[in-house]
């Protein structure tokens, strides 16, 4: 049986309408960067549970999670209205492979998020062991609109940090919006205008892929991917693109 330990809520940030963040403190046991815990309400009587990715890295408190409000979604639109001080529960252990222990060695890492799937990138960029196995790391966070786009006080820090090793390219679809790409990101894989973005090569000799969020996304990449040479990382067959897909 799972067990459960009573949060707290310190903080709820409300970015825009569907984003918000919720700060919990919560005595959960040790979890690696990448992975996700689950949050739980009681919603008419019953615990509504779903996986959240975390987006602290492991030792950091509060815990973070990064939301959005699914249209009718139960779970979502219920957290959404915790104020500090609220009670949530938080699943105590952790669970998932999105981690950088299933990561094959390469020299580049490339991390492509859709909205609130970029949250396992921060946990793991936060972190020294991204930037002790990789040369290059890629950040690419696709969303709708310009307000959609977040946490970009954490990325600037990043950045400045680790200078030329950080590459960040953003994708807004539904605006034009300076400095960012415009439309899909398997649409810009394929003709190249990625690539030159973030001025690194993709190539099956360096490159290993992380894909976070938007199922379709998440397919689209890996099947055009494969078309180039990249094949799934599995743990009997190590490869170059590794998955976690929120619905
Ligand atoms: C491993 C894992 C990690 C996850 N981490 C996060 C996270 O960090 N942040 C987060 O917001 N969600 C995350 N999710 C999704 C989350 O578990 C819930 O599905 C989501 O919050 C909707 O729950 P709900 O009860 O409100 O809606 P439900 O009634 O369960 O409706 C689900 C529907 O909402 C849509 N949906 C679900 N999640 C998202 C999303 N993130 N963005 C856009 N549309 C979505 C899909 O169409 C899905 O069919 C994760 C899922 C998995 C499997």
Redo the contacts with the bound molecule.
């Keep these: 049986m799972a067990e459960w330990i009573e949060g707290t809520v310190s903080e709820n940030i409300h970015w825009t309408e569907n984003l918000f963040t919720l700060k919990i403190d919560a005595d959960i046991a040790d979890y690696k960067a990448g992975q ?1 815990t689950s949050l739980a309400l009681e919603i008419d009587g019953e615990r ?1 549970a ?4 975390h ?1 602290s890295s492991p030792g950091q408190h509060p815990l973070e ?15 959404v209205k915790l104020e500090a001080g609220d009670k949530v529960w938080v699943k105590k252990q952790s ?2 492979f ?1 981690v950088l222990e299933e990561i094959p060695p390469a020299r580049d890492l490339w991390m492509l998020g ?4 970029v ?2 990138f921060f946990s793991i960029l936060n972190t020294d062991e991204p930037w002790q196995r990789f040369e290059t790391i890629a950040l690419i966070y696709a969303v709708r609109t310009e307000a959609d786009l977040r946490y970009l006080e954490l990325i600037d820090a990043i950045g400045n940090r680790y200078g030329d090793r950080f590459r960040f390219q953003a994708f807004v679809s539904r605006e034009d919006v300076p400095n960012t790409l415009p439309g899909r990101i398997p649409a810009s894989i394929d003709n190249g205008a990625l690539e030159a973005a973030v001025n690194l090569e993709m190539s099956p000799e360096h490159s290993h892929f992380m894909l976070c ?2 199922p379709d996304m998440v397919k689209d990449v890996t099947e055009l991917l494969k078309t180039r040479g990249f094949n799934k990382n599995r743990r009997r067959t190590p490869g170059h693109i590794t998955t ?4």
């Design positions: 996700f509504v779903r996986p959240y990715s987006l999670y990064f939301f959005y409000t699914a249209t009718d979604g139960i779970l979502s639109n219920a957290l669970n998932g999105f859709t909205g609130t799937g949250a396992p969020g938007n976690e897909n929120y619905w």
